[in-house]
């Protein structure tokens, strides 16, 4: 594994191109799972863990890293499997979504696989519930490989506020955006609600999709409408990156060369951080970039970019 994330730089080279690179582990069971390599800081054995009191049941301890103390969550129990017993026999997958840094248990790390996009597909119907753990599925090797909505289990452990706070300015809003829309897209249901949640209190129409092509197709229909653009309907897209069939690179840099499109303006919202992905924002010719999930943030950056227009 030492030398599993080796010339990370290099994978910007994706970005536009709707392609990804997913690590590939397994929890208990012969069922592969995958995570995108961009949130992948480390893959090392398991460290010995501490117990810490009242934790939450699916935090397994704590590990102490390279100076840093790091969560470490039971993947498997966390997503209603059993949970992993022997952890001498496993490995940590050190990963960063919404701005901080958690530790995955899991009990064997498979390899990385460059793939499209377009080959990752929602997940199928009667599996998008409550009780469901996925944001999307693909096919590898002829065995079917599931994506966890880790936002979703990051969300139960420790829930993010999604109420504005009073002294973010937001009385303009409303006004800037008028009787237009703002369009959500994200695969995530967890982060649909919460930016749903932030934005309602500020009266703003909204409409939610849940990957890139739909948001593309949508915008599409709505600039067909339009007299010369799509911003006489449609204020603002907030989208976020990681998205089956199309991410959010793709779909801004698809916003860009369609004239109808190429107007609006875009915030990708993303759970992924870090320099190079502020290098690819600027790349695909995105407005912001903000890493989830802060409500005062979002309603700034809605802010800003409205009163732009």
Same mark, same amino acid.
């Given at each position: ?7 990370v ?5 994706l970005?536009?191109?709707?392609r ?69 026999d ?7 979504y ?47 490989v ?23 300015v ?13 369009? @959500?897209?994200? /695969? =995530? ?5 919460? #930016? ?6 500020? +009266? &703003? ?49 698809? @916003?860009?060369? /369609? =004239? ?5 303006? #875009? ?6 951080? +870090? &320099? ?34």
């Open positions: 594994m030492a030398g599993i994330l080796d010339s730089n290099q994978r910007t080279q970005v536009g191109q709707n990804l690179e997913l690590l590939m582990f397994r929890l208990n069971g012969r069922q592969r799972f995958g995570i995108n390599v961009f949130k992948v800081r480390e893959v090392l054995q398991c460290p010995p863990l501490t117990a810490i009191p009242k934790r939450n049941k699916y935090v397994k301890g704590i590990a102490h890293i390279r100076g840093q103390t790091i969560s470490v969550i039971d993947l498997s129990l966390a997503t209603g499997g059993r949970a992993i017993e022997n952890t001498k496993c490995f940590i997958i050190i990963a960063e919404n701005r901080s840094v958690q530790g995955f248990l899991v009990a064997s790390v498979d390899r990385i696989i460059n793939m499209n996009w377009e080959s990752i597909m929602p997940p199928p119907k009667g599996t998008s519930g409550k009780q469901s753990y996925l944001t999307a599925v693909t096919e590898i090797d002829n065995e079917l599931e994506i966890i909505d880790v936002e979703k289990i990051l969300e139960e452990i420790s829930p993010s506020p999604t109420t504005i706070s009073s002294h973010v937001t009385e303009s809003i409303s006004a800037d955006l008028g009787d237009r829309i703002i369009l @959500i897209a994200d /695969d =995530s249901a967890v982060a649909r609600n919460q #930016v749903k949640r932030a934005l309602e209190s500020l +009266g &703003v129409q909204m409409h939610l999709v849940k990957n890139g092509r739909e948001a593309l197709t949508f915008l599409q229909d709505i600039a067909a409408q339009c007299q010369n653009s799509v911003t006489e309907k449609v204020g603002l897209l907030i989208s976020d990156i990681e998205m089956p069939e199309m991410d959010g690179y793709t779909l801004t840099a698809e @916003i860009r060369i /369609d =004239s109808r499109l190429k107007p609006l303006h #875009v915030i990708l919202h993303t759970s992924l951080s +870090g &320099v190079f992905n502020q290098q690819m924002v600027q790349k695909v010719g995105a407005d912001d970039f903000i890493a989830k999930f802060n409500p005062d943030e979002l309603a700034e950056s809605v802010r800003k970019w409205l009163h732009t227009d």
